[in-house]
């Protein structure tokens, strides 16, 4: 079957997709013994992203399909880019995404065994050490219409490189000064294949081997070897990898491995409004423009979580999406209708006011307190009810009332009746304003025939959420909106090009609201604010000052400008 087909229609939930197409085919044929084994291999470099839980939905899903496994091999071969700390996140972003590896790997780990695959390479005349320097190699090297030229020391002996290998290992040269290349094709087609290099010399203290090595492994020679040692069967990897692959596999074939894992390239995923590039996103936390990695505006894992994103629309959002070859930039908004389908069903139901206006029932007495009964979940019996007290001091939201409202405006206006939520039918009697002619207060009477029944004889078609004076607690919202104002960020010119693409509104402070008393808030739990839209509770949240940052909104509000 070809890597390009389209693909086929999959079952209702999760649609099929050209992997998972190829992967049966590989079964049917016997390939691998009819095992899979899969791996996501992270550079322990930086934090994930919306664009690595594709790799890590793919890698993990396709394995456990088919009964596989799947390992996490920390693709460690850079001392000088790498920290315990991202291999930390890793572990936990992975994990909260609700994925088990099978092994833990580290590529630092086969640095012994990669030594010794070299030497081989090296007896069968397919290697040599090579003095010439980084830049010597890149001019040498051609270009797609010419020819490389070859390295003057590609003719060393066996034992001579050997002897130069070893002492690369000893710490006998400095960095730069020498690599051991692969003795290829100076004209071969693909670049890839123009005698690359397989090790350089670093010295450098590495974050698991410590001062063991001073020449580490190139990013061809140790991935490809990564995945033979481990047996794995099917390499995913992103489509920059395709020009790679015919060195994944002849390095294999020159080195008459016994397994043989297929590299099978997909496109990488970008969201719009956004970035998936570690070097930007570092960028926006260096230069302060969001507050960390965890920002709720960043597409980080963390970032993603700590805004409320439930880690089932993550996955939901890529099953849907499937992968195939051809890259694509995906609608930010598709990922917001996953968030939004999760959290509509599984997210309890509060009222929160965000610009709260005081509205008095002058005919219901100061001591008089009912409490009335509101489902948690309106369409979903089992989440349970809430109380909400019904009081003389109340307070609606400012957006609800209007005072020269039109025909259309079913809220609140001088004169008419607006029900409030699960309770009563109101009036607004009388608009109070303070010396600049803002409106500070609203005299209504309540109908108290209209808890639970309509009005006899009158049209009420407005509902409005509410909290009672008597019942409220202050909170902080955190109104997000996209980061980027621009639809592909990413494709920006320069970095201040890029840096001016960001969103002046992606954040909105509101300190004013009120919220329905919630009692033993834990970080995360998600709720819907309702007729406002769906919120989680920050870290930042005290025991007095909940803080909720917005996950999404109630409805697709991008789709209509
Ligand atoms: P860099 O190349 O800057 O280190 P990276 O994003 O490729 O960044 P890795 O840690 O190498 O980072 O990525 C781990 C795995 O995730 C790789 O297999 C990579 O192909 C995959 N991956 C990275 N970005 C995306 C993306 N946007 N969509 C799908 N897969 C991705
Ligand atoms: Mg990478």
């Given at each position: 079957m070809s890597d390009s087909k389209e693909p086929a229609a999959g079952t209702a939930t999760t649609p099929t997709h050209f992997i998972r197409n190829r992967i049966k085919s590989d079964l049917d044929e016997g390939k691998h013994n009819g095992a899979v084994r899969t791996r996501f291999p992270p550079q322990p470099n930086g934090f994930l992203h919306v664009g690595h839980v594709r790799s890590i939905w793919l890698n993990f899903s396709t394995a456990a399909e088919n009964g596989g496994t799947c390992n996490l091999r920390?693709?460690?071969?850079?001392?000088?880019?790498?920290?315990q700390q991202y291999i930390n996140a890793i572990k936990e972003d992975i994990e909260w995404l609700g994925y088990s590896w099978s092994k833990e790997c580290?590529?630092?780990?086969?640095f012994e065994d990669f030594w010794a695959l070299a030497v081989k390479l090296i007896e069968k005349g397919l290697a040599y050490v090579c003095d010439l320097s980084a830049d010597e190699v890149k001019q040498t090297r051609g270009t797609l219409k010419e020819p490389g030229k070859e390295s003057p020391y590609r003719g060393r002996s066996v034992q001579e490189n050997l002897q130069l290998f070893e002492a690369m290992r000893r710490g006998d040269f400095p960095d730069g000064s020498k690599t051991l290349r692969a003795k290829i094709d100076m004209a071969s087609g693909n670049i890839n294949l123009r005698d690359p290099a397989l090790y350089r010399i670093r010295h450098a203290s590495h974050h698991q081997t410590g001062d063991l090595w001073c020449v580490y492994p190139m990013y061809d020679w140790a991935h490809g070897l990564s995945d033979a040692v481990e047996d794995i069967t099917h390499s995913l990897c992103t489509l920059e990898f395709q020009d790679h692959r015919p060195l994944y596999e002849w390095l294999l074939e020159a080195l008459d491995h016994p397994n043989r894992p297929q590299q099978i390239e997909f496109a990488r995923l970008n969201l719009s409004y956004t970035v998936t590039s570690k070097r930007k996103l570092r960028m926006l936390v260096e230069k302060e423009k969001v507050r960390g990695w965890d920002d709720p505006r960043m597409p980080t894992v963390r970032g993603l979580r700590r805004r409320g994103v439930p880690a089932a629309a993550l996955i939901a959002f890529c099953d849907r999406l499937g992968v195939s070859k051809k890259d694509t930039v995906i609608d930010y908004g598709i990922l917001e209708d996953e968030i939004r389908s999760h959290l509509n069903e599984h997210a309890s139901r509060r009222f929160c006011v965000e610009n709260p206006l005081r509205v008095t029932i002058?005919?219901?007495?100061?001591d008089e307190v009912q409490e009335i009964k509101a489902p948690l979940h309106p369409q979903d019996p089992s989440f349970g009810e809430r109380t909400l007290k019904m009081a003389r001091h109340l307070w609606i939201d400012a957006d609800d009332f209007m005072e020269d409202a039109p025909k259309k405006f079913f809220r609140l206006a001088p004169g008419r009746e607006v029900r409030l939520r699960y309770g009563y039918v109101i009036k607004c009697e009388e608009v109070v304003k303070d010396e600049t002619g803002k409106v500070v207060e609203l005299m209504c009477t309540c109908d108290k025939e209209t808890l639970g029944a309509k009005p006899e004889g009158r049209k009420v078609k407005g509902v409005i959420h509410w909290l009672a004076d008597c019942h409220k607690q202050k909170a902080q919202l955190r109104v997000y909106d996209r980061l980027f104002k621009q639809e592909n960020p990413a494709a920006a010119d320069s970095d201040e090009e890029f840096l001016a693409a960001?969103?002046?509104?992606?954040l909105v402070e509101n300190d004013q609201a009120f919220v329905e008393p919630l009692s033993g808030l834990g970080v995360?739990?998600?709720?819907?604010f309702e007729r406002i839209g769906y919120f989680a509770t920050d870290a930042d949240s005290t025991a007095d000052g909940p803080v909720f940052n917005r996950v999404v909104t109630l409805r697709d509000s991008w789709s209509q400008t």
């Open positions: 920390f693709d460690d071969t850079n001392p000088l880019k790498e920290e580290y590529t630092s780990s086969y002058t005919n219901w007495s100061e960001l969103n002046p509104d992606s995360g739990d998600a709720f819907q």
